[in-house]
């Protein structure tokens, strides 16, 4: 069975720093991984996504992700913070490698941008 | 624009009754999805539907119903069964492609039991 575990609930920056959101995985398949962002009470809009194809990723905002297989993880990070990042990010797998169209979803890392 | 509409975007339902969301996408999207989002838990899913005509139960299924007569809508009934139906809803579509399915998400219904 294919999951996902985001090592952080809550993450505090300071505006201008970097941000670093933790995603490792466990996946029978070669998986396809998602990166998704939710500002409050809004849906879900795609940050990025690996599809074995380059395994550092670039998304949209400044965001870009590093697929390590041989540490099964797929950390979201973004070089300098912006207020406008504060949000809550979900790190996605797709089951059964994107055949069934299941997303395996993570609990959610709430990103807080200080001033 | 294209997209994926949820309406309303708040519902208040009473205990006992049935109420009914509703999910329109312009898209062109085979797949549709409907997920439940509860503080802390992420994301679960509670139908599928891959298809016209056919629809799947995902997760937490028990209590909730859908249809899937058109292309492009996807309403989803929460019925008196459901025992905990207060949460945020979310509706989404994809379509099949080679390198990886990609989904995208309406703006989620806020539903509340009183």
């Known amino acids: 069975a294919q999951s996902v575990t985001q090592l952080d609930s809550h993450v505090s920056v300071s505006e201008g720093t970097p941000v670093l959101l933790r995603c490792n995985y466990s996946?029978?398949?070669?998986?396809?991984l998602f990166w998704y962002v939710q500002h409050p009470n809004k849906g879900l809009q795609l940050l990025l996504k690996y599809t074995s194809a380059a395994t550092l990723v670039k998304g949209i905002n400044g965001f870009e992700a590093e697929f390590k297989k041989s540490e099964t993880s797929f950390h979201l990070t973004k070089p300098s913070a912006h207020m406008s990042d504060a949000a809550e990010y979900f790190c996605?797998?797709?089951?059964?490698?994107?055949?069934?169209?299941?997303?395996?979803f993570g609990t959610g890392t709430l990103l807080a941008v200080q001033p | 624009d294209g997209g994926i509409t949820q309406s309303p975007k708040y519902l208040f339902r009473k205990e006992g009754q049935n109420v009914t969301l509703s999910c329109e996408q312009n898209l062109n999207h085979d797949a549709m999805y409907w997920y439940r989002q509860d503080p802390g838990q992420g994301l679960r899913l509670i139908y599928y539907?891959?298809?016209?005509?056919?629809?799947q139960k995902g997760d937490i299924a028990e209590g909730y119903s859908v249809s899937r007569e058109k292309k492009e809508s996807f309403p989803l009934t929460v019925t008196s069964a459901q025992k905990n139906p207060t949460a945020f809803y979310l509706c989404a579509s994809g379509q099949f492609i080679s390198s990886g399915n990609t989904i995208y998400f309406g703006e989620g219904s806020w539903l509340t039991v009183v």
């Open positions: 996946s029978s398949y070669s998986p396809s």
């Open positions: 996605v797998v797709s089951e059964d490698g994107g055949a069934t169209n299941k997303l395996i």
């Open positions: 539907s891959q298809i016209v005509n056919d629809f």
